[in-house]
């Protein structure tokens, strides 16, 4: 499917109303199969929220702290995410995300901007999949309390999830080392919105996406991405990204509560190398 960032370049975009959007719906596409409900604790600085996921008949729990930063609040993208994973285990072949899952064996996922960890502890329950959850080393310590306080799901579900510092950009490469590369797809919701950090991001991604290993020998890599968009400067991430990846769009929420737009949801690849220089040695 085209993208629609292009379309989109010149439009006027209420930064208040986008990045404050009320998520009671999610317009068209899939209704939100994780219902979301919150539960504010006594504490002002602390709330909790619960995801039901049909699929598995069982519910996530996240702890959101909203005084400490955009890290610790969960966002749209995050949701719209979550409800696909939650389709494709009901109806596989019909989803989105069908040619990025489907390798039948356990997947061994890497989700980049983790911030509460909803969606890799998700991928976990409702997969099964080995995932490695990674943000900013401040963020790491709330990772965790969600990752603990939903461990027993993701181990009955046959799932499991580590998490880790990964800062992005080629001056963090030693973080990559660390994290590894060997996983089946990448995955992140809303971790496009500021622009100093795009190039950071996009020589992270090609890290993990642009193999040197000639195909076919190496499965593509897929990144799956949910992102809602509040700033017109958004699409200079995507015209750059377009410029080093493979870029699709593979599904799209209608626009609701007096949004213009929808969380869109991007599946992107390393290019294809190009095969003059072994066909000239041949």
């Not at 499965?219 to 750059?240: G, I, Q, T």
Request: aromatic share 6%.
């Amino acid at each position: 499917m085209a993208t629609q960032e292009n379309d989109e370049d010149d439009m006027e975009i209420n930064p208040a109303k986008m990045l404050f959007p009320a998520d009671e719906t999610h317009g068209n596409g899939p209704l939100p199969m994780a219902m979301l409900t919150q539960d504010t604790l006594t504490s002002s600085s602390s709330e909790t929220e619960q995801h039901y996921m049909p699929s598995i008949e069982s519910t996530l729990v996240i702890r959101q702290l909203p005084s400490q930063g955009l890290s610790f609040k969960l966002w749209p993208a995050a949701t719209t995410l979550v409800t696909l994973l939650d389709q494709f285990c009901s109806h596989p072949s019909n989803s989105p995300l069908a040619s990025s899952l489907s390798n039948g064996c356990q997947l061994n996922i890497l989700e980049l901007g983790s911030g509460t960890g909803l969606v890799g502890m998700a991928a976990a329950a409702i997969l099964g999949a080995k995932v490695t959850v990674t943000d900013l080393p401040h963020v790491l310590t709330n990772l965790q309390f969600n990752v603990d306080a939903n461990a027993g799901l993701i181990s009955l579900r046959g799932g499991s999830v580590h998490v880790a510092s990964l800062r992005w950009g080629e001056a963090e490469a030693n973080d990559v080392a660390v994290v590894g590369r060997e996983f089946d797809v990448i995955l992140a919701s809303d971790v496009v919105y500021h622009d100093h950090l795009f190039d950071p991001l996009l020589a992270t991604l090609r890290l993990f996406l642009n193999s040197d290993e000639p195909e076919p020998k190496k499965k593509k890599m897929n990144f799956v991405m949910a992102h809602f968009r509040r700033w017109k400067k958004d699409s200079v991430f995507f015209k750059k990204a377009k410029k080093l990846f493979d870029v699709e769009t593979i599904h799209a929420d209608l626009p609701c509560n007096g949004a213009r737009l929808g969380v869109v949801v991007y599946r992107m690849t390393g290019k294809a190398k190009s095969s003059k220089s072994s066909s000239q040695c041949s």
